[in-house]
């Protein structure tokens, strides 16, 4: 009823775009830097994982919450809120996803393993959305033409705002955008934040277009500072 008589409102005082309910926002924006934060420790850990000299890496559930956790508070600029549903649903995911990932990343012999933060990302993804389920979805993806896995299309919410929003001339970078709508129906808040091509990315991402990397994916052709995927978030209303 509130958040009605806040759209009302709005609406009465003639602002045309309806801003999103600020405690949504908010639990968007904490879901996607901590989700970001998880991967980019992976990400950092890369070259350990693909180690084939060293067997046990360490890298344990545990260990990458730890550093997540930092990485969270270097960004948002306060601590993980554990007992926040959205924000244990990635914690727990990432447990998961870690502990079942040991005996891939720990095999000695072996260097490249497939386990990249991407491959990371969607695990979790996938389980922090089935433990919310059905009352957030959070998804890792990317522009159409520059997709790898199919799961991570973007949808028609999702496409619009890559392209219409994000492509835009002038559209300032790295900032969020969000909505809110419906899917099949059901009110949602929607949530997407861009991110952009790092050095580290280009080994696989990078030049020259079609060679392929190490994971046996054909490379983008990227340049460093493009837009190479996007953080979504839905919350069910
Ligand atoms: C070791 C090679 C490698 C590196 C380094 C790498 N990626 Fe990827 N990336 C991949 C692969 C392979 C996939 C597809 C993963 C899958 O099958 O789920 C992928 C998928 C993605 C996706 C999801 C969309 C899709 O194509 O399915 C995004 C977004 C992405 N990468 C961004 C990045 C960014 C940003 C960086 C740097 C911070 C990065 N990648 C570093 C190989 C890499």
Redesign the pocket.
């Known amino acids: 009823m509130k958040k009605i008589l806040y759209a009302a409102t709005i609406c009465m005082t003639g602002i045309l775009s309806v801003p999103a309910y600020a405690g949504d926002e908010e639990i968007a924006k904490d879901m996607s830097a901590l989700f970001g934060a998880g991967?980019?420790v992976i990400?950092d850990n890369?070259d350990k994982i693909n180690d084939g000299n060293v067997g046990d890496k360490g890298l344990t559930g545990d260990v990458v919450i730890a550093a997540a956790k930092e990485k969270y508070k270097e960004k948002a600029g306060k601590d993980v809120d554990a007992n926040d549903q959205y924000q244990k649903a990635i914690l727990d995911a990432i447990k998961e996803v870690m502990t079942d990932a040991q005996p891939v990343i720990n095999e000695k012999g072996k260097g490249?393993k497939?386990f990249?933060?991407?491959?990371f990302?969607?695990q979790v993804a996938n389980k922090a959305s089935e433990k919310l389920a059905g009352k957030a979805v959070i998804k890792?993806?990317?522009p159409k033409e520059?997709?790898?896995?199919?799961?991570?299309r973007p949808d028609d919410w999702e496409n619009k705002a890559i392209e219409e929003t994000f492509k835009k001339a002038g559209y300032e970078k790295g900032k969020a955008f969000s909505e809110t709508t419906t899917i099949d129906g059901k009110n949602a808040f929607r949530y997407i934040q861009p991110?952009?091509?790092?050095q580290?990315?280009?080994?696989?991402?990078g030049g020259p277009k079609g060679e392929v990397?190490?994971?046996?994916?054909k490379k983008e052709g990227a340049n460093l500072d493009d837009l190479?995927?996007?953080i979504s978030v839905t919350i069910f209303k």
């Not at 520059?146 to 991570?152: A, C, I, S």
């Not at 991110?195 to 790092?198: G, L, Q, T």
């Open positions: 991967r980019a990400s890369q490249f497939g990249l933060p991407a491959v990302a969607g890792l993806t990317a520059l997709v790898r896995n199919r799961k991570n991110e952009y091509y790092k580290s990315c280009l080994s696989c991402h990397d190490i994971s046996g994916g190479g995927g996007a």
